[in-house]
T-cell receptor, first 113, second 115 residues
């Protein structure tokens, strides 16, 4: 059984550019959530996908968007990057929703300069 | 709005000691509470999941308790080791608004075990 994997592990982008982060969910998991973790803070919920549809969103602007594919892998896209977007981006997968355990990937460290 | 607090923000203890990390939350309507470990610059490793109907869970040297009515959870680490040094985060999953499954995290306790 493979765990949650994210790519790339590190990324440097220039302000105004666009970025795509990728996540492969754990085998058998059909729900993927994305979180942003600023330095010294707890992760903040961005959005969640269940069976290819968004079913929950946190307090993030529309330039944060996502996709989930039929194999339940997912992408996080951020347009018009700002310096404050620099953070660790975490992907979590689980089975369905409700009383389930979330498993996280190793994260993607995004630096916007 | 659910808020999760972890006190203290940092803790240093000598190797071999038993220790307790605290987590409190403001809304008791939760499905579950999960404790995670995070090493510097890395992702989250799930340690323990406690369902809302449970009082505690154990895994090896770790024991987590949950008092839902008072909005509190503790993570007990027995016989601490230098390898336990990390940041420990707790997170709650809401029990209302079915379908909005976000975890709400505390800011963590940074634990250092002194050899």
């Amino acid at each position: 059984e493979t765990g949650v994997t994210q790519s790339p592990t590190h990324l440097i982008k220039t302000r105004g550019q666009q970025v795509t982060l990728r996540c492969s969910s754990q085998s058998g998991h059909n729900t993927v959530s994305w979180y942003q973790q600023a330095l010294g803070q707890g992760p903040q919920f961005i959005f969640q996908y269940y069976r290819e549809e968004e079913n929950g969103r946190g307090n993030f602007p529309p330039r944060f968007s996502g996709l989930q594919f039929p194999n339940y892998s997912s992408e996080l896209n951020v347009n018009a990057l700002e310096l404050d977007d620099s953070a660790l981006y975490l992907c979590a997968s689980s089975v369905g929703f409700g009383n389930t355990e979330a498993f996280f990937g190793q994260g993607t460290r995004l630096t916007v300069v | 709005k659910q808020e999760v607090t972890q006190i203290p923000a940092a803790l240093s203890v000598p190797e071999g000691e038993n220790l307790v990390l605290n987590c409190s939350f403001t809304d008791s309507a939760i499905y579950n509470l999960q404790w995670f470990r995070q090493d510097p610059g890395k992702g989250l490793t799930s340690l323990l999941l406690i369902q809302s109907s449970q009082r505690e869970q154990t895994s090896g040297r770790l024991n987590a308790s949950l008092d839902k009515s008072s909005g509190r959870s503790t993570l007990y680490i027995a016989a601490s080791q230098p390898g336990d040094s990390a940041t420990y985060l707790c997170a709650v999953r809401p029990g209302t608004n079915f379908g909005n499954e976000k975890l709400t995290f505390g800011t963590g306790t940074r634990l250092t075990i002194i050899p």
